[in-house]
């Protein structure tokens, strides 16, 4: 069932958590032919044996996608992505990790160019089953406010 949840609705500080998924390397692969980046970093075993973190990394984009994806979780038919500021990659992921997601509400404000909309800034942490920060961005949401229906 959709949930209209109104610019007024979201309270700056409010958090949530999603379930947790574990990246394999079915997902890696998949990820690599639907982008084009086989870079050896993510796509091979023995060249990342000396690499940095000895071992395949998830792409940051599969990552970020997944991360992402968690969080959807209530469809706003009064909201939609307006996208996404200050994208970071902290810690790498590695094949078999298992990432959730963390969403708190960062600020609220006026859309400069729509008086009836306001924008909600979601700051997604996404962490690995050891709690470490591996992933950080800024969602943009541009919502509706209650008194323009």
């Not at 609220?108 to 008086?115: E, R």
């Not at 942490?125 to 209650?146: G, M, P, R, Y």
Request: one cysteine or more.
């Amino acid at each position: 069932m959709e949930q209209a949840i109104y610019f007024e609705d979201y309270e700056v500080g409010s958090q949530r958590e999603t379930p947790a998924r574990t990246i394999t390397e079915t997902d890696i692969v998949l990820h690599a032919g639907q982008t084009g980046d086989f870079f050896p970093h993510h796509m091979d075993a023995e060249w990342c044996k000396n690499s940095e973190f000895g071992q395949r990394i998830a792409h940051g984009t599969l990552v970020f996608s997944v991360g992402v994806g968690l969080t959807a979780s209530v469809i706003n038919p009064v909201a939609f992505s307006y996208g996404y500021d200050k994208l970071r990659f902290i810690r790498p992921v590695f094949i078999n990790d298992t990432i959730h997601s963390k969403v708190s509400i960062k600020e609220k404000y006026p859309s400069p160019k729509h008086p009836d909309k306001g924008f909600v800034v979601e700051n997604v942490q996404v962490f690995n089953q050891k709690n470490e920060l591996c992933l950080t961005a800024d969602h943009l949401l541009l919502c509706q406010k209650k008194n323009s229906q």
